[in-house]
């Protein structure tokens, strides 16, 4: 079983940066891929970046335009993702998973989910 919580939404500016952090227990992180989703009002939940287990490969959403980074930190046991230049687009509520294995884009392939956290960002 993993535990995972999530951190660090709040209100942002757009243009600023913002880190989320995904803190996981009850397993280590290393046998898991973790991927971040978000879902905006009303909208599904949609795929937004992911890491390996091993930390070699990394996948975000074309959407992104390369503004957000995904990494890992196994002492810690976290995962983050910095969203950088972030617009109101980007407001969500934001998710991270865990599955074992190769990542993926499509959630139902993930079994362990946190709570998510609010981002809202301002114009």
């Known amino acids: 079983q993993v535990h995972l919580v999530e951190s660090g939404g709040g209100l942002v500016q757009a243009g600023k940066s913002l880190t989320l952090s995904c803190a996981a227990s009850g397993r280590t992180l290393t046998d898991y891929s973790i991927a971040w989703f978000r879902q905006a009002p009303a909208k599904e939940r949609e795929f937004v970046t992911a890491?390996?287990?091993?930390?070699?490969?990394?996948f975000s959403a074309d959407s992104l335009m390369g503004r957000f980074t995904i990494s890992r930190d196994d002492v810690r046991n976290t995962v983050y993702v910095q969203m950088n230049n972030v617009k109101p687009e980007d407001t969500a509520v934001y998710y991270c998973?865990?599955?074992?294995?190769?990542?993926?884009?499509?959630?139902?392939?993930?079994?362990?989910w946190g709570q998510g956290t609010q981002v809202t960002v301002s114009s």
């Open positions: 890491i390996s287990g091993d930390s070699r490969t990394t």
């Open positions: 998973a865990a599955r074992r294995g190769l990542y993926s884009t499509y959630e139902t392939n993930y079994h362990y």
